[in-house]
């Protein structure tokens, strides 16, 4: 993720060093100093915190706590005043945190300040930067309710937009436009999002520049993102005022760059297959000639394509930026046996992995998720697919079965140790084997032949599609799963040094807990001499 410089300052490395860091804490929480130099060296932790270098910086000197302890335990006191500065800090810093930081962050409850302050149209309170906060925050959580926005909010959002537009100040502050984009691109993700969006006005008004070139690549990216995310849910052709069915065809071949170009394509895809009626599609289009396998890892946007029946394992970039790339994708789809996806907050995060895999859910075509990530909870539409799919997750030293099944909830899992990743194989195989027995010489697909046996695996519940493997494929079933087994390994390692990390800070934290009982104590020993 990039930072998001919600205001315009000009920063240098001495304003977000540790030391001037802890210095402006120190002034901030003496209630002894004078209220004007509190609220300096609040606005200079506000500062230092507009970039990911500094957020990071306070959030890794354990400060958070004690300014949400601040913050609550003052009134709000003009824009300028000690609360409303704090108000920047807690919003820029959750803005500009990256992925793992901010899940850090949000184990201070965080959110639900900033969702107070984005329930407000006081300028005070600065709603707009707080939606920032919490979009960067919360975003990652699936739908999650306070994701959830109003036409009131979504108004607030245009009219900040129109002021980004026009390099006015809104609310006391320059925002940055194309940051403001990303977050109305992260909340269209969630259905709920879409009809308060369309009423305010703010889909026609930051869509529409998409009829035309975009000076900035950055805002270009994220407007493409928008109608991208939106093409999941509407009809972008006849739903809005401002066509941005035209807007996606335009920058499919007129954007700046790849990744608009990209997410335009992307858009086509999703508006192609809106209300897809799987079996006709099916009938239509699909032929029963060759089925394979399709892999989607969770690190690189790749597919892994296994041909049945020939030694081969081919790769193909999930991300095109031409028709005929996005066209041969729905190809593999539709000809596919089954999709194998990782279950990984890289996959639940990417909006292609998203579409394709509903796709194949629209031609009802079987999906099995495999998580090797011990730290990872699934969410939002990883969580909706694994509740009707099998689910396997590679167990490491993080975790255990128990606690595994609670982080999943509704979805059954089925526990794994990174050294039984052979175990999938074999009951692959074995439902192979089942199928084979049951079969009938009316029921063989075309293509099959007596020295490469097409087979039909079936999940262990009432899903009934087929997953048609040959032979040949359990060689290169054990190519990836050794593969998988690594990366377990250095998961497992990573976080172990994660671990190492915590119990460092610990121990600084505890060393810095008694230097402050020692002053304590020996301040309080020098005011009982002077009493005496």
Known sequence: FFSLST????????????????????????????????????????SASNSTLGATTILNQGYPGEILNIFDSVEFDGPKGLKGRLVGVLCCLTANLPLEDAERLFAYDVQSRLHELLCSDEPVKQPINALCGLCNLLHHHGNHKMMHGNKEMFQLALEAHDSCVQHRVFHGAYYSRWGLIRC??????????????????????????????????RVEEYVIKFIAA?????????????????CAVFQSTNARGEIGKTFAHLALFNQKYLDIDGNKKGERTETPLKKHILVMPGLKNWFRLLDVGEESLEYLQAYGTTEAEWENNELLIRNCGAILVLATMENQLDLAARSLVRYAQQLRKPIVLLQTDGYYKPRDWINDVGQQCPFYRVL????????????????????????????????????????QQQQTPTEKPNNATSSSPTVVLTPQDTNTDVVQVGGAVQSTLDILLSTMKAHAQSVHEMQLSRLDTLRQRLEDVESSLGDCENTFIRRMKGSVDMED
């Open 230 to 246: 939106l093409a999941l849910w509407v009809d972008i052709r006849t739903d809005f005022q401002t066509n941005l069915l035209e």
């Open 184 to 217: 109305l691109a992260y909340m269209a993700k969630l259905q709920e999002n879409v009809i308060p969006m369309k009423e305010s006005g703010i889909i026609d008004e930051v869509c529409g520049y998409a009829l035309k070139p975009f000076g900035s690549q």
């Open 7 to 46: 205001f315009v300052y000009r920063n240098n490395r001495n304003t977000m060093s540790v030391e001037n860091i802890k210095r402006y804490m120190r002034t901030i929480a003496d209630d002894s100093a004078p209220l004007p130099t509190r609220e300096q060296a609040a606005f200079d932790l506000w």
């Open 396 to 435: 490491t030293g993080a975790d255990d079965e128990e606690t595994a099944a609670k982080s999943l909830g509704q979805i059954t899992l089925t526990s794994l140790a990174s050294s039984d990743l052979r175990q999938v194989v074999d009951e692959l195989l074995e439902r192979r084997r089942v199928y």
